[in-house]
């Protein structure tokens, strides 16, 4: 693997990384804690949405989060052919 | 059948099933007893970590608090699970790549120091002691309170249980004792749940439950807890009672800690592929998010169900309260065991539960004749062990829980152990002490060094020292402040050099152990503590529990700033750096 290839290839990884911490600091403390009074002013069925994201939704997205880099990363792999 | 016949048939046949196992997956090289051999499927390692993770704490305790904090409880659900996004995206793949044995040894290698092992070690050692005392003493707690023995026996009895699995089959054993183990508390944990939020709302799923209409008063079940709490002077289940600052920073510190705790970290060690461990971590918080999303409808379900056991009528009419002679069956079975009492402070024979201590509240209360709140004490645990009580569900529901608690504290006991026997085999003895040692005595050493881990554990869970209560923000802001930051310093930062890693690391440490001790006292010792442990005089309002956060920022500046005015680390370190981050070329983890 050539230096350029494996620069590429770190930067593609750390560009993924960061998109994907943003959104997990934006549903737990940005929707969970930061805005969760503004969140609460809107229900979805007997739930508050900011106390929705913080006792479930962020959970649910951070499953979501971790499978969605599996699978991204996994690509890139076979891209960059650095794969098992 | 009787509850105690129940108790003993459901307990015994999930122990037979532990020791079954335990003699089937008998570890015979250091790979199988570090590692499992490496070649433990992703699904299943993700269960064995779920089961691994959710301690007795979790399974318990939670619950409770979470019933009676409401939405501030909200920083344990996040800060308990979104560490798994941080290890999986930033720690799992490449230790997983790295291919050694332990996390200490990760340290030595990339910062080529032994004295950075060393550090290594000695927080792993401190972190996981102390967590291992608590799920000791959980063991004795769930069968003195289920099967009537006393505490001794029955921290003995789970004593023999996982030396039989953890010394005979290392990590082999306890993976597959930790599969079958996460099977029973997954089910000890929601079937009750789903009964009850059948019982209140007609839905099934505790999930959808709680955001579900409330049957019998035909309004959303939050907003009817709500309403039921705020007329007794209580604060809402749903509002927010803490400062924001401290809410995000507990949050950050439970994420942070989460991932830096070897215990979870090691089980990565043991998939195949780089692959493996990305998706691992996942299935381990899909298995964990089960318990952790049925746990707040647990626990908002709880709370309602006994506001409404002693508040029958309307506040303030003189019959709305339950009279004593007339409380269900199940408090005066609680009651035997100290975690709950009530006392008639106004002599009307009957239970007043409300907040005395709102100003607001008060000339309320003085006019309806009451003297004070009458449950003098409603502990957190009360919640997940009596729940299927008051929802009158089978004997066998209850039998059940005694298992899954059990199950819990186990499994997580076991893992603790590995990582701490696993710290003396191969990291003192064979990494410092006799470096020539053959894998044969290796294997003999991590044999013995988990027996004596166990003896210890046991020791300390029967004579618990005055911190075993203080584990959670101890064992966390540890693996917080020290063990995180130089993990991912060690592989994103490949300017990071050995004196920035051990002066950051005692940097991070010190910070954090010095403000909890100002609190709790100097080793938590009574009476030496240096300030009252409350708000009004933390730093900014940051509670003790929260100060991780700090001492790993601490860790990461210090780290930064000492490998930068310092040499950069070696060729072949760099090499090392580059190497980890890409999967291909990654072997079964070895020791060597």
Known sequence: MTPENRAAYWKANLRLLSVLLVIWFIVSYGFGILLVDVLNTISIGGYKLGFWFAQQGSMYIFILLIFFYAWRMNALDQKFDVHE | ?592
């Not at chain 2, 030396?163 to 929601?190: C, D, E, N, P, S």
């Not at chain 2, 299927?388 to 499994?411: D, F, K, Q, T």
């Not at chain 2, 004196?499 to 009476?527: D, N, S």
């Open chain 2, 1 to 592: 059948m009787t509850l105690q016949m129940w108790t003993f048939l459901v307990v015994g046949a999930s122990f037979a099933l532990y020791l079954g196992i335990a003699f089937w997956a008998r570890a015979g090289s250091t790979g199988e007893f570090y590692v499992a051999g490496g070649g433990i499927h992703p699904v299943a390692n993700g269960m064995a970590t779920a089961a691994d993770w959710m301690s007795a704490a979790s399974f318990i305790s939670m619950a409770g608090i979470i019933a009676f904090q409401g939405y501030d409880a909200s920083a344990y659900l996040m800060g308990w699970t979104g560490g798994y996004v941080l290890l999986a995206l930033l720690l799992a793949p490449y230790l997983r790549k790295f291919g050694k044995f332990t996390v200490p040894e990760f340290i030595g290698d990339r910062y080529a120091s032994q004295t950075a092992r060393l550090v290594g070690v000695i927080c792993l050692l401190v972190a996981s002691l102390t967590y291992v005392i608590g799920q000791m003493k959980g063991v004795g707690v769930a069968f003195s309170r289920f099967l009537e023995v006393g505490f001794e026996t029955g921290v003995i009895i789970g004593m023999v249980i996982v030396f039989f699995y953890a010394v005979l089959g290392g990590m082999k054993g306890i993976t597959y004792t930790q599969i079958a183990q996460y099977v029973v508390l997954i089910i000890a944990y929601t079937v009750p749940a789903i009964f009850i939020s059948l019982q209140l709302t007609g839905t099934p799923l505790p999930q959808i439950g709680l955001g579900s209409v409330e049957t019998q008063s035909g309004m959303f079940l939050l907003d009817k807890l709500n309403q039921v709490v705020t007329d007794l002077g209580f604060a809402a289940y749903t509002a927010q009672k803490g400062s924001t600052l401290n809410i995000f920073l507990l949050t950050l510190s439970l994420m942070i800690g989460t991932a830096g705790l070897p215990h979870v970290i090691i089980r990565f060690f043991t998939v195949p592929k780089v692959k493996d461990a990305r998706s691992s971590a996942g299935w381990a918080l899909v298995f964990i998010a089960i318990l952790y999303t049925t746990a707040p409808a647990v626990g908002a379900m709880a709370r309602l169900n006994l506001m409404d056991t002693i508040q029958i009528g309307p506040v303030g009419d003189p019959a709305g309260n339950v009279e004593i002679a007339q409380v269900p069956e199940w408090m005066n079975r609680w009651k035997t065991t100290g975690l709950l009492a009530w006392e008639d402070k106004n002599g009307d024979g009957r239970i007043q539960y409300y907040n005395d201590k709102s100003e607001a509240f008060k000339a309320k209360a003085e006019s309806f004749g009451w003297k004070g709140n009458e449950m003098t004490k409603v502990d957190n645990d009360i919640m997940v062990l009596a729940n299927p009580e008051i929802a009158h569900l089978p004997n066998w529901v209850i039998a059940l829980v005694a298992a899954g608690g059990l199950a819990a504290a186990l499994s997580t006991a076991a893992g603790l152990l590995l990582a701490i026997s696993s710290a003396i085999s191969h990291d003192l003895i064979k990494g410092m002490i006799a470096p020539n040692i053959s894998e044969k005595s290796e294997l003999l050493a991590g044999r013995i060094s988990m027996a004596g881990a166990i003896v210890v554990a046991g020791y300390m869970g029967i004579n618990p020292p005055g911190f075993a209560a203080e584990v959670v923000a101890l064992a966390f802001g540890l693996a917080a402040s020290s063990i995180f930051p130089v993990l991912m310093m060690g592989i994103f930062d490949k300017r990071a050099n050995g004196p920035g890693a051990i002066i950051g690391m005692i940097a991070g440490l010190t910070t954090t152990l010095v403000y909890i001790f100002w609190f709790k006292g100097w080793f938590f010792i009574k009476g030496t503590e240096m300030a009252a442990n409350i708000p009004a005089n933390w730093f900014m309002g940051i509670s003790p529990e929260a100060f991780g956060a700090i001492g790993a920022l601490v860790n990461f500046v210090v780290a930064f700033l000492v490998s930068r005015s310092t040499a950069a680390p070696p060729e072949h370190i760099q090499h090392l750096v580059e190497d980890i981050r890409v999967p291909k070329g990654a072997g079964m983890a070895t020791g060597h």
